[in-house]
């Protein structure tokens, strides 16, 4: 039976009365207005940032990765389709060079690489905090193309709680459930999130692509189903004077197909994934000083089953073993923020840790250490300055990454401020590069890290809900880790990229009249190879989001469209990924007290001639009805 | 030789030759019938080269199973022998007596005087005793002699001229001869045949063309085309190519088409008085990927990509440049890996993915 498209049918009733009642109390309605905008991450002042904030998407089904693509700078390598794979990339870096920290804690893949950004639910996150460039001072090695933070939601000090719930095209469903409540001196969260869809979209392509005006046929995605369930519980504790205890626990399960390419599919292989993230933090202040030292860990298992180099096979057989990878970590960091007069704030940060991983790559550990200082200047007339240092030894690779960066202001409040900084830093191999035989994968342990810097300039206008702001940026890498393809039939990882990548980032928020917010972010990027003067694939040069929404006391709605260009698909500018035009909207009213009723459509135009990067294809129109109420 | 004298007779009659159609797909043996050393573990027919000799097409089985991280040898490499008009399929065991004289055979090709010879590649270890260079009496269905391979080298492609067998090297840029009468490799050293990489080159191929041995090396990067003395192997002659090229064929008019997998186009080489002049003819459509490789008849040129399933047919006069006047698609997950023109509109495939023979159903333009 082909799946069904139109979103249930059942529920059409309560959509028409929830937009009865929407209607009748239009002439009362009042508006919900944005507070002030908030500034970019705390741990790189004047870096180049986005604040992703989750309540603008209230009623709408996003994912992680459809938030980020909202920002300028960020480009998401998506294997097609929701609940399958999604990986970051900043500024044309990929998604090993880029960190991605909840909560502070440095999350990973199983082979200590690219985090799967599919695995982390949307609705347990208050914020995402997009930082671009060399970042390595701030943040750590291995943050080439910038650094993605998630801010969970916060506990609070009285009871509250919100849940949403959702159903959609190809059998998509999303029950999320949150409350706070205080919590002996302090406060408590607990969220969940369960997310399920069949995943069995249609979708077109020709098979004689050659032959101009050939014939487009229709096929059913299979095997493109995904279940996961996740869970957030925060407890923050007031322990005595300035003392204080954060708790946080996080953690992911799901399984999914893994529908493979539209010319190869795969309609046996599947994977079974599970993480962790647990921290506590203890914090307090002595005078002007502060202080926190925290203990951290996280565990992640994936493994597949009836996968192989080239297709699939069936799990169980002798020939098709079970790749089961294992990867974990712990650390512990302590941090002093030490004010040195007025105008001067220093920053020390020292961590220590362990990473291990077994399974396909074998048993592998390696240590870590950071140490890291920082200093906040304020110079007078506007000017401040931000300058970095950070020492990272991962397994035996010991690199220095400095920073730094400035801001002028005119006047405290002025809308106007530039912005500049420089940073180099590293990445070390992960253990999939340096371990992991699997499939056509050859590992190739004599890796060495990566190496990058960069430059970036900007001017940001900010006066209450408007901004504008363009950033310009040129980065140079070297000592690339490239799988190239290895005969007879592998690809491995070498150290033989070297890089240029330019790019402009433009991005405009702007109120309009009737309570309407519009929002555009453009991003420009022009990535070599600078070893032959090609375009370095899968880099999209041009994208543009458009986006026009509306939040209300009773009514609410958005339209947006996302454009990208054609994307060079290999080494040579001779492939390309077609461009692409997304148009989503979605509308929705407040049916009864804190009942909200949204009715969303994505993929408007029902392109379903679209494909990702690797050829996955992407699901046509989509519809969803969502469900939340927030007390 | 029939096919060679047919052709003759046709053009002499000012007509054009047209084989008989091709069955639709030719299921290709399995299990037990590839002789596995494991019976619980049979490998799969893997086809890969095709070639035609005494009125029938022969096309090379690898018999590997899958394996992690690569296919596994599961029994002895075979020429599958068929008439593409009927089907019916003789095999021809390449293994010896033991079963493992020859493994995973790629390619296959037909001497002047009749006789089918196989590159085996054993394991790609370079030092396994399965590597070979065999050699086949198409009426007898039988392996005549075998050559072995001295240690470190892995035959890709087979050449065979009149004195001597040549092949290329998958671990280096290097041919190496054995000589046609004692079935022996020739003590000389190999012949160097680089091209610049990044990471990694090999000999794509070698195949006998207007009595001149040509040789391509393939990298990540580049690709050269080697013109070589049949006898030495001395260069005559070399060309740049486009990148990662996968196989060459001859066109009847002299020239040289070549594919690169790298950035999917087809290079057209033509020998001149003093060289090699190569031009990039067609860049493929980004639907199509990993080409694999190209044959011809007469000057109709056909290529085969197991990225996109497909082949396709090519028209190097077209106006405004070389054009694809026909693209078949044989389904997902079909690998086609090589192609043979039956005759300048019909053509049949080897799907490695499959483990069939089919026929090109083409789309033509309009």
Same mark, same amino acid.
């Given at each position: ?477 070297? @000592? ?79 339209? @947006? ?49 679209? @494909? ?20 | ?68 991280? $690569? ?51 054993? $394991? ?27 240690? #470190? ?90 990148? $990662? ?52 008849? #007469? ?51 080897? $799907? ?15």
């Amino acid at each position: 039976m082909p799946p069904s498209r139109a979103f249930p049918r059942y529920l059409l009733p309560f959509a028409m009365a929830a937009a009865a009642a929407a209607r009748a109390q239009e002439p009362g309605e009042t508006i919900e207005v944005q507070g002030e905008r908030r500034q970019g991450s705390p741990r790189a002042p004047a870096a180049a940032a986005t604040v992703v904030d989750m309540a603008q998407f209230g009623g709408e089904v996003r994912s992680v990765a459809e938030m980020l693509s909202t920002a300028p700078g960020v480009s998401i390598h998506a294997l097609g389709g929701p609940g399958q794979t999604a990986t970051l990339s900043l500024r044309g870096a990929s998604g090993d060079q880029s960190l991605v920290l909840l909560d502070g804690i440095p999350l990973q893949g199983p082979g200590g690489g690219a985090v799967d950004l599919s695995t982390l639910p949307a609705t347990i996150l208050d914020r995402m905090v997009v930082s671009r460039g060399v970042l390595g001072a701030q943040f750590g090695a291995g943050a080439l193309g910038g650094v993605l933070e998630l801010l969970p939601r916060s506990a609070r000090g009285s009871w509250t709680g919100g849940a949403e719930a959702s159903v959609g095209s190809f059998g998509t469903e999303r029950l999320a459930l949150d409350a706070a409540m205080p919590a002996g001196n302090g406060s408590a969260l607990i969220a969940l999130q369960g997310d399920r869809t069949s995943g069995n979209f249609e979708y077109a392509r020709q098979l004689t692509p050659e032959i101009a005006g050939s014939p487009y046929y229709g096929f059913t995605r299979e095997n493109g189903d995904a279940t996961r369930g996740s869970g957030l519980l925060r407890i923050s504790q007031e322990l005595s004077g300035d003392l204080g205890l954060d708790l946080l626990l996080q953690g992911s399960a799901g399984v999914r197909g893994l529908p493979g390419a539209s010319s190869a599919p795969t309609p046996r292989s599947r994977e079974f994934d599970a993480d962790g993230v647990a921290g506590v933090r203890l914090r307090g202040s002595s005078g002007d000083a502060t202080w926190s030292v925290r203990a951290s860990g996280r565990l992640d298992r994936s493994e597949l089953r009836g996968v192989l180099a080239f297709g699939d096979c069936e799990d169980g057989t002798p020939d098709c073993p079970r790749q089961d990878q294992r990867s974990s970590s712990a650390r512990a960091e302590g941090e002093l923020a030490l004010p040195a007069g007025e105008a001067n704030s220093l920053r020390f940060l020292l961590s220590g840790g362990g990473e291990w991983v077994h399974g396909t790559t074998g048993a592998h550990r390696r240590g870590l250490l950071s140490a890291a200082v920082r200093d906040d200047l304020a110079l007078g007339a506007g000017f401040s300055l931000h300058p970095a240092l950070r020492l990272d030894k991962v397994g035996t690779q010991t690199g220095l990454s400095p920073g730094i960066t400035a801001q002028w202001k005119p006047a405290p409040e002025h809308p106007l401020s530039l912005r500049a900084g420089w940073g180099l830093s590293y990445r070390a191999p992960t253990f999939t590069e340096l371990y992991l035989e699997r499939g056509g994968i050859a590992a190739n342990p004599d890796l060495r890290p990566e190496r990058a810097w960069s430059v970036d300039a900007g001017a940001e206008w900010r006066l209450a809900l408007l901004t504008l702001s363009a950033t310009a940026f040129w980065s140079s890498y070297r @000592e690339l880790i490239l799988y190239q393809l290895f005969p007879p039939a592998r690809v491995k990882p070498f150290n033989v990229g070297k890089a240029r990548i330019a790019g402009v980032e433009l991005q405009a928020v702007v109120p309009l009249p009737a309570h309407l917010l519009a929002t555009v972010s453009y991003s420009l990027l022009d990535a070599v190879n600078r070893a032959d003067g090609h375009k370095l694939a899968y880099r999209p040069p041009h994208r543009l989001f458009v986006r026009l929404a509306r939040r209300g006391d009773r009514l609410e709605g958005y339209g @947006e469209a996302s454009f990208t260009s054609a994307i060079p698909r290999n080494a040579f500018d001779t492939a390309f990924v077609d461009s692409q035009l997304l148009l989503n909207a979605g509308i929705g009213v407040r049916a009864a007290g804190p009942l909200w009723v949204d009715v969303e459509a994505k993929n408007l135009l029902d392109k379903r001639t679209y @494909e990702d990067l690797f050829q996955y294809p992407l699901p046509g129109l989509s519809i969803a009805l969502i469900a939340r109420a927030r007390l | 030789m029939k096919r060679i004298a047919l052709l003759l007779l046709v053009a002499a009659c000012g007509g054009t030759y047209q084989a008989p159609p091709p069955v639709a797909s030719i299921a290709l043996p399995d299990g037990s019938q590839l002789k596995p050393y494991d019976p619980a573990q049979p490998g799969q027919a893997r086809p890969q080269g095709l070639a035609q000799a005494a009125g029938r097409v022969y096309v090379t089985l690898t018999n590997q199973r899958d394996g992690n991280p $690569n296919p596994v040898n599961a029994g002895p490499g075979f020429l599958a022998a068929f008439v593409p008009s009927t089907g019916a399929i003789t095999l021809i065991d390449l293994g010896g007596s033991d079963g493992k004289q020859c493994q995973n055979p790629g390619s296959v090709r037909t001497s002047a005087d009749g006789y089918l010879y196989a590159n085996c590649s054993g $394991n790609f270890s370079g030092t396994d005793g399965s590597r070979a260079i065999v050699e086949v009496d198409p009426l007898a269905n039988a392996v005549r002699r075998r050559a072995a391979i001295p240690n #470190g080298r892995v035959p890709n492609g087979v050449a065979v001229t009149a004195t001597r067998i040549w092949t290329g090297n998958a671990f280096t840029t290097t041919v190496f001869s054995i000589d046609r009468t004692t079935l022996a490799a020739d003590p000389t050293p190999p012949v160097p045949v680089d091209c610049p990489k990044t990471v990694f080159n090999y000999v794509a191929d070698v195949m006998t063309i207007g009595g001149d041995v040509y040789a391509l090396c393939g990298s990540d990067i580049s690709g050269e085309l080697y013109r070589l003395d049949p006898d030495t192997g001395a260069v005559k002659a070399h060309v740049t190519v486009g990148p $990662n090229p996968t196989e060459l064929a001859g066109l009847d008019d002299g020239r040289i088409v070549v594919v690169n997998a790298g950035d999917n186009t087809l290079t057209v080489v033509n020998p001149t008085a003093s060289g090699l002049d190569a031009r990039t003819a067609l860049t493929f459509v980004s639907g199509t990927s990993a080409l694999q490789d190209v044959r011809a008849f #007469g000057r109709t040129v056909f290529t085969v990509a197991s990225g996109s399933n497909t082949a396709q047919r090519i028209d190097l006069a077209a106006q405004g440049g070389a054009k694809v006047v026909a693209e078949a698609n044989f389904g997902e997950n079909a690998g086609p890996w090589n192609i043979l023109p039956l005759d300048d509109t019909q053509a049949i495939v080897s $799907n490695r993915g499959t483990n069939t023979i089919a026929a090109a159903n083409w789309v033509t333009v309009k």
